[in-house]
């Protein structure tokens, strides 16, 4: 039997009640089927998955393993895959119809590139609502250009897609990484080969409440104390693998880009210990230096404006800032009453 072209990789853990819209969101791809392998790899569901997908034998390859994390699940199915492409899909997520052949099409306009992403479409389940874009897309070689290396967005694995002789270099991923597992691939694909970005809209990311990645609130800390944790472990691992491979992390652009991690990091961990007047100062004083790339020039000011501000109100009351500048660009806008 020949090779697949694609290997599409569903990773589940739990998501029963997702993972059929996810694998039918495939199948129903206007893509030659003998050019495609889907593989389901579920990291240790206690749920019904395993009887949900029995419908798909034949359709599919099902590989079942302990649970161990986003990162074993990937190990395990770029093992086995076959194909010189591999797309990734989350179990509860699901693609819109015409994504593979969009990103099969540009492979094959650009030989030289090791992945391809598109566009977001978000799902919020809660509110029944979808919403588009919002992030920025690039293509190219990232780093040789600083100001897009530091505009560049790592997306979902839903929307990724990538060589598979490119992905060698990259592999296998640092188990550690239960969560974020694609944040690996995705930011160091681009000091290896060229990247493609589609603005069209391919794939569903669906926020129900349970991600374990996006879900921030304070009823989750657990959930969100492995979220700094993996993110620690995540950018520890890029540092090492630019090192051994020649790179020094003092060169301007890479000192920038791993500061805006750092910041990132330090945003998330004041949810859990708010910092104080000072420290929440300094911080947005180096946000707005080192996001400056990202920022219009409003936004830029105003993060030096809140800094100042944040002096005055601290951290748990920064809101108000922002509530005082929309309640006085209002007066101002209001029109003259009638004397």
């Not at 492995?226 to 995540?234: A, G, H």
């Not at 109100?313 to 101002?332: P, Q």
């Amino acid at each position: 039997m020949a090779r697949p072209l694609v290997t599409v990789l569903i990773d589940t853990y739990n998501y029963g009640h997702y993972i059929e819209e996810a694998i039918e969101s495939v199948l129903s791809q206007d893509f030659p089927p003998e050019q495609m392998e889907i593989l389901v790899v579920d990291d240790g569901s206690t749920d019904d998955t395993a009887e949900r997908v029995k419908k798909y034998d034949g359709k599919i390859r099902y590989l079942w393993k302990p649970n161990g994390g986003q990162a074993s699940a990937f190990n395990l199915g770029l093992r086995r895959a076959c194909g010189e492409i591999v797309a990734f899909l989350d179990a509860d997520d699901y693609w819109l119809p015409g994504k593979l052949r969009r990103v099969v099409e540009e492979f094959e306009k650009h030989p030289e590139a090791g992945m391809v992403y598109h566009g977001i479409r978000q799902f919020n389940a809660r509110q029944g609502t979808f919403e588009d874009g919002g992030l920025p897309l690039l293509s190219g070689f990232i780093p040789s250009n600083m100001k897009d290396l530091l505009n560049y967005v790592l997306y979902p694995t839903s929307f990724l897609a990538f060589r598979r002789n490119a992905l060698e270099f990259l592999l296998p991923i640092p188990e550690t990484l239960t969560i974020q597992a694609d944040a690996h691939l995705s930011g160091l694909i681009i000091f290896l080969t060229p990247i493609v970005g589609l603005p069209e809209c391919l794939a569903v990311y669906r926020v129900h409440g349970q991600n374990l990645f996006s879900d921030r609130s304070e009823a989750n800390k657990p959930r969100y104390e492995l979220r700094l944790r993996t993110r620690r472990e995540l950018v520890d691992g890029m540092k090492a693998w630019l090192t051994k491979r020649g790179y020094s992390l003092k060169q301007p652009n890479l000192r920038m880009l791993f500061k805006q991690w750092d910041l990132a990091q330090e945003g998330d961990e004041f949810a859990i210990d708010p910092p104080g007047r000072i420290k929440f100062s300094r911080h947005l004083v180096e946000y707005a230096h080192y996001y400056g790339p990202r920022m219009t020039w409003r936004h830029h000011a105003v993060t030096y404006v809140n800094a100042a501000g944040s002096l005055v109100v601290g951290y748990k009351n920064a809101h108000r800032l922002d509530e005082w500048r929309v309640a006085i660009k209002r007066v101002f806008q209001e029109p003259p009453r009638p004397m």
